[in-house]
């Protein structure tokens, strides 16, 4: 268990609620970046990403259910196979979801799933085209979210094991007719067909996380890897998004303080990981 930073005053009928938080630096691979309405070529490189992650149990069902925010921003830089054509691509993400509480009778290991609301925007550049360059990435999504956490010791020394997956099950994409312009979509207004629903049969967003968390002063030090799969298919123009990354971070366990109220001790605590 990270130690709590600090108290603060909830309504007394409350548990008080720590917040976990985790800032990730992700580093790695891209080993395809593919996408054939600017290429049929495909490109390799590095990525780099950082994310934020708020974790706390719910105030409706302390003991129960799980919030999580989870902040994304990554950039790639990539290659094709000769090495005379480059593309960029850039994301910002946003999820919310709700997890609902399993405690196994394995001690120390805790089960998490539900769902999560999420969205992504960014782009994909292509530095070879002279006649669009550029294509957007835009996309909400209703998705499937699953977490497994396994808190153990070596000797005296408290670890924190975690696997966490997202699946996305529908959700809406921005995507280009075949030949579509975007000085066809944005300037002579023709965006018929440019926004489509997405499922199983034509969109798939998959990311994985292993991490494991080294207590460290207040905090802790986060190691993992995470993979993310990404691919989108419409009107016969495929997006391939595969990432292989190394991942170090610093996790925190804090209880907001209000200024205003004054400090409760004694109060039961419903901490995420228990």
Not at 28 to 48: E, F, H, K, P, Q
Not at 60 to 87: C, E, I, W
Not at 186 to 203: D, I, K, M, P, W
Request: aromatic share 12%; net charge positive; with cysteine.
């Amino acid at each position: 268990m990270i130690p709590v930073m600090c108290l603060a005053a909830e309504p007394d009928s409350l548990p008080l609620r720590p917040v976990l938080t985790s800032t990730m630096f992700d580093m790695g691979r891209t080993g395809r970046l593919y996408d054939s309405y600017l290429s049929i070529m495909n490109y390799a490189g590095w990525n780099v990403g950082l994310r934020h992650e708020r974790l706390q149990m719910s105030r409706r069902r302390p003991a129960r259910m799980l919030t999580r925010h989870d902040l994304s921003l990554d950039y790639t830089s990539a290659r094709n196979k000769p090495g005379n054509g480059m593309m960029m691509m850039g994301m910002l993400g946003y999820d919310y979801g709700l997890l609902y509480t399993a405690r196994m009778p394995v001690r120390g290991l805790t089960l998490y799933g539900g769902g999560q609301a999420g969205t992504r925007i960014g782009f994909i550049y292509n530095m070879r085209n002279s006649n669009n360059p550029a294509t957007a990435k835009v996309d909400a999504r209703l998705s499937l979210s699953g977490m497994a956490v396994y808190r153990f010791r070596i000797k005296r020394y408290p670890l924190t094991l975690r696997y966490q997956l997202s699946l996305p099950v529908a959700g809406v994409f921005f995507g280009p007719e075949f030949g579509q312009s975007y000085y066809e979509m944005f300037e002579l207004g023709n965006r018929a067909g440019t926004v489509h629903f997405g499922s199983f049969h034509n969109q798939f967003y998959m990311d994985n996380l292993v991490s494991l968390d080294l207590p460290l002063g207040r905090g802790a030090l986060r190691l993992g890897y995470r993979n993310s799969i990404y691919s989108t298919r419409q009107d016969y123009i495929d997006t391939r998004i595969y990432t292989n990354s190394l991942v170090i971070g610093v996790t925190t366990e804090f209880i907001t303080w209000n200024r205003y109220k004054p400090a409760v001790s004694g109060r039961r605590i419903s901490p995420v990981y228990e």
